[in-house]
């Protein structure tokens, strides 16, 4: 059965001749051309939502690529290409963050990586993030976003480069101060599988892995 909207638009689409014996279709306003069916599973408008939603469920790259008959290849650079219009989340001021570390490892395992992220302790959206070598000038660069916008409080674990990044009357350290964020660190080695503890998947480099990452917490399905 062929096409019946745009998909780009979703406005009414005419017959637009033959390729290889199959029907293309374009559309009367926007003018994108599209064919009724893809021999090519890559070529599939909606196969980037189904690559989203099977990272999201924890499935890996090589999985991806099995499940959705398409190559490995064509995973990793559909999520970089995502990844690249990924805005991060507006963040406003006189607000309350929650400010952890998440370690990982990227190629081999003596290659500590991390994930440093800030927590909206009211909504519970992660607002900014930061994958690389627990560093100050790592820490510093998602401790400078909060701090920017004014906010009203920031909590964090005991490490101790926080006290020299963060002004001692918005830096709190209290018990239970990061249950939050530690229960998101859970769900992300839940999630994702190549932040599992104990597992054979993993980030064969850092920027792979903020791609990954920024998608599991930014990346909004695009409506079919």
């Given at each position: 059965?062929?096409?019946?909207?745009?998909?780009?638009?979703?406005a009414?689409?005419?017959?637009?001749?033959l390729?290889?014996?199959?029907?293309?279709?374009?559309?009367?306003?926007?003018?994108?051309?599209?064919?009724?069916?893809?021999?090519?599973?890559?070529?599939?408008?909606f196969?980037?939502?189904?690559?989203?939603?099977?990272?999201?469920?924890?499935?890996?790259?090589?999985?991806?690529?099995?499940?959705?008959?398409?190559?490995?290849?064509?995973?990793?650079?559909?999520?970089?290409?995502?990844?690249?219009?990924?805005k991060?989340?507006?963040?406003?001021?006189?607000?309350?963050?929650?400010?952890?570390?998440?370690?990982?490892?990227?190629?081999v395992?003596?290659?500590?990586?991390?994930l440093?992220?800030?927590?909206?302790?009211?909504?519970?959206?992660?607002?900014?993030?930061?994958?690389?070598?627990r560093?100050?000038t790592?820490?510093?660069?998602v401790?400078?976003?909060?701090?920017?916008?004014?906010?009203?409080s920031i909590?964090?674990?005991?490490?101790?480069?926080?006290?020299?990044l963060?002004?001692?009357?918005?830096?709190?350290?209290?018990?239970?101060?990061?249950?939050?964020?530690?229960?998101?660190?859970?769900?992300?080695?839940?999630?994702?599988?190549?932040?599992?503890?104990?597992?054979?998947?993993f980030s064969?480099?850092?920027?792979?892995?903020?791609?990954?990452?920024?998608?599991?917490?930014?990346?909004?399905?695009?409506?079919?």
């Amino acid at each position: 059965m062929g096409a019946s909207s745009c998909n780009n638009c979703k406005a009414p689409i005419i017959k637009y001749g033959l390729v290889n014996g199959r029907q293309r279709y374009r559309c009367k306003s926007c003018k994108h051309t599209q064919m009724g069916f893809y021999k090519n599973n890559a070529c599939n408008p909606f196969i980037s939502n189904n690559i989203i939603m099977l990272l999201k469920e924890g499935c890996g790259i090589r999985g991806i690529a099995r499940l959705l008959k398409i190559s490995p290849h064509t995973v990793i650079q559909r999520i970089k290409t995502i990844t690249s219009n990924i805005k991060k989340p507006t963040i406003f001021t006189n607000k309350t963050y929650k400010l952890d570390e998440l370690k990982t490892y990227v190629k081999v395992k003596s290659k500590e990586c991390w994930l440093i992220y800030a927590l909206d302790k009211q909504i519970g959206q992660v607002v900014d993030l930061k994958v690389g070598v627990r560093t100050k000038t790592n820490l510093k660069k998602v401790t400078d976003t909060l701090l920017l916008s004014d906010c009203k409080s920031i909590y964090t674990d005991g490490l101790g480069l926080y006290g020299q990044l963060i002004p001692g009357k918005t830096h709190k350290v209290k018990r239970y101060g990061t249950n939050k964020i530690e229960r998101m660190n859970l769900s992300l080695r839940t999630h994702l599988e190549r932040l599992n503890r104990k597992t054979i998947c993993f980030s064969k480099s850092a920027s792979m892995l903020e791609a990954c990452v920024k998608v599991y917490f930014w990346h909004r399905l695009i409506p079919c």
